[in-house]
């Protein structure tokens, strides 16, 4: 061989090496990152090729995928769009998917590893490739309840099943409409994307799973008083000491109870009475007794400092690790740098009303494939235990009596016992309140756990409190879900 067929012979040899080795490195080794690129118009233009399966609530869709005579195939429709887009989240053309599109994509459009054979029998069939139905917990009555009551308020309101954890509505507001997101004009998306994030009222959040979490003020002393109980040390009348003001040790801060004085009167208030009329300083002198280990404890028993995916991903609701005395206390009422979503409180609820038993909460109810081969059911699943038996019986009587004759007063419904907890958090010294209110009913048979979430002070800065707006937002729902 001569110099020169040699050295065409060794570039040929190095050329057809460097080809096979990109084709390699792109076919292998960046193919999960090539598909996932929003930039990559083919794998976008294939995804859209696929009918997308239902998502359904009560056996009707509120969202599914239509006929489209553009690049995309299929245009996904959202029916009730602002109602439902805590749950169904959208799919754009051009970034990533969220609530159920994201989080069952792979169920919805058909490429799951358990519709594999599905889809090949569909193909060796000749019929089009379709994606699975999933259906939801949700109760259409109860999401329409929850959302006329929310009204032009800003918050949240969460029902559970406490049985099973089930989600069975789950508002939020302001929201948005997953149409406007899910047109096939990417230009247009990302306008009305970025107006969506620059808008002050944060649509995009879920309050009910996450945002920026609250204080959870008053409503934490459920989480207290379930400490104070299960610790074997205290019952409900166990006394404290009842002032009508309290200095944080070591510091001149001052705690009051929101009455202005002390507890009820007396010099002496009991465990039952502090959370009947939901006072401060008991709770305080409470959590410095207990202190936070105990505290941190109780709360992670219920799910503090866990994460949850129903599937949806969801905030973790915190209780802080190592706080000196003076924020101790303060966790005693839910202020200090306690925070918590309206899930993780109505799971506080449910438990309590379900025995003391924590259930995962659940947004599915059944995933189906198109030639309806059921896929996945729901199975109720437990969280853990968080309080005995007879702990939640004692707190059950006690929030029947902060409804009943407490500060929780405006939840009460007329035949049915409701048992309940208010909350007022601070913010910081002028901003406005948050406003709660915790419950379930029927009080002798809980059939429905709610939680309610007002931001803003519910437009009455640091006038409004939890009972005068929360609580009778969940009067409302639980009378509608009750009389269906």
């Known amino acids: 061989m001569n110099r020169e067929l040699k050295r065409v012979t060794i570039v040929s040899l190095l050329m057809f090496l460097t080809l096979f080795v990109a084709s390699t490195i792109i076919q292998y080794v960046q193919a999960d990152n090539l598909a996932a690129d929003p930039r990559n118009a083919r794998t976008l233009y294939q995804s859209y090729s696929v009918e997308r399966g239902p998502i359904l609530v009560g056996g009707e869709p509120i969202a599914f995928s239509e006929p489209s005579d553009d690049d995309y195939k299929f245009q996904r429709i959202y029916a009730d769009g602002p109602l439902y887009a805590p749950v169904t989240g959208f799919i754009p053309v051009n970034g990533e998917a969220t609530g159920l599109e994201g989080s069952l994509n792979a169920e919805l459009s058909g490429t799951s590893e358990s519709q594999f054979f599905d889809s090949l029998n569909r193909l060796i069939s000749g019929q089009d490739p379709m994606g699975a139905s999933v259906e939801v917990t949700i109760d259409p009555v109860a999401q329409r309840a929850a959302w006329d009551a929310l009204g032009d308020y800003t918050g949240a309101i969460i029902v559970t099943q406490p049985s099973s954890g089930r989600i069975i509505a789950m508002v939020t507001k302001p929201t948005y409409d997953p149409n406007t997101l899910a047109v096939h004009n990417g230009e247009e998306v990302d306008q009305t994307y970025q107006n969506l994030v620059e808008d002050p009222g944060d649509p995009l959040f879920n309050r009910a799973t996450g945002g920026d979490m609250n204080p959870p003020g008053s409503v934490f002393k459920l989480v207290m008083t379930a400490a104070a109980l299960e610790s074997g040390q205290y019952t409900p009348d166990s006394t404290f000491p009842n002032p ?68 949806n991903p969801t905030e973790t609701s915190t209780y802080p690790e190592n706080p000196d005395e003076p924020q101790t206390a303060l966790t005693g009422f839910g202020q200090g740098d306690v925070r918590a979503t309206p899930m993780q409180m109505a799971m506080v609820s449910a438990a309590i009303a379900n025995g003391g038993i924590v259930m995962d909460p659940d947004l599915v109810e059944s995933i189906t494939a198109p030639d309806f081969r059921p896929i996945e059911e729901f199975d109720a699943s437990q ?55 915790t419950g379930f009913a029927p009080a002798d048979d809980p059939q429905y756990a709610i939680t309610v979430l007002v931001e803003d002070g519910g437009g009455l800065g640091q006038e409004g409190f939890g009972n005068l707006i929360a609580a009778p937002l969940a009067k409302q729902v639980l009378e509608a879900v009750l009389n269906k």
Do not use: H
């Open 244 to 311: 009508a003001e309290f200095t944080l040790p070591g510091t001149s801060s001052v705690v009051r109870n929101s009455s202005g004085g002390s507890c009820g009167g007396g010099s002496e208030v009991t465990l039952a009475t502090a959370l009947r009329l939901s006072c401060n300083i008991p709770f305080a002198e409470l959590a410095l007794e207990l202190g936070d280990d105990a505290i941190r404890a109780q709360a992670e028993k219920f799910g503090f400092n866990s994460d949850f995916a129903i599937p």
């Open 383 to 437: 969280f853990g235990r968080a309080i005995s038996e007879s702990t939640a019986r004692t707190m059950t009587e006690m929030m029947v009596n902060g409804v009943e004759n407490g500060a929780a007063s405006n939840a009460r419904i007329d035949g049915v016992s409701v048992a309940g907890k208010t909350g007022t958090a601070e913010n910081g010294e002028d901003d406005p309140y948050t406003l709660w209110f």
